[in-house]
């Protein structure tokens, strides 16, 4: 079982910034994409930023240009920068995860608790 672990979510004015972070642990697994997603009140979950072990990065349109994401390998750990934010980037961000088991070679996909983000004045 692979468990993710976020932090850094809450309240911001419009033009703010915030960084969240999410770590990943669990034993007999290897991390491969580790990502963001985001569910506003009343829409479907979407997909923010994603990063492959080898660093390809890939955005939403919606926060190109003002979201960056990144990782350090070695703490299995993925950061999402957000500069620039606006009333509608307010949603519950998910940290995502794809960790392959070595003892069946299949990968499974995992999820954060989520981590409330509010832009507001």
């Known amino acids: 079982q692979v468990q993710l672990v976020e932090s850094g979510g809450g309240l911001v004015q419009p033009g703010g910034s915030l960084r969240l972070s999410c770590a990943a642990s669990g034993s007999g697994f290897v991390i491969n994409t580790m990502g963001w997603y985001r569910q506003a009140p009343g829409k479907q979950r979407e997909l923010v930023a994603t990063?492959?072990?080898?660093?390809?990065?890939a955005y939403a349109d919606s926060v190109k240009g003002r979201f960056t994401i990144s990782r350090d390998n070695a703490k299995n750990t993925v950061y999402l920068q957000m500069n620039s934010l606006e009333p509608q980037d307010t949603a519950v961000y998910y940290c995502?995860?794809?960790?392959?088991?070595?003892?069946?070679?299949?990968?499974?996909?995992?999820w954060g608790q989520g981590n409330q983000v509010t832009v507001s004045s």
């Open positions: 990063t492959t072990g080898g660093g390809s990065t």
């Open positions: 995502n995860a794809v960790a392959l088991k070595r003892e069946d070679i299949t990968s499974y996909m995992y």
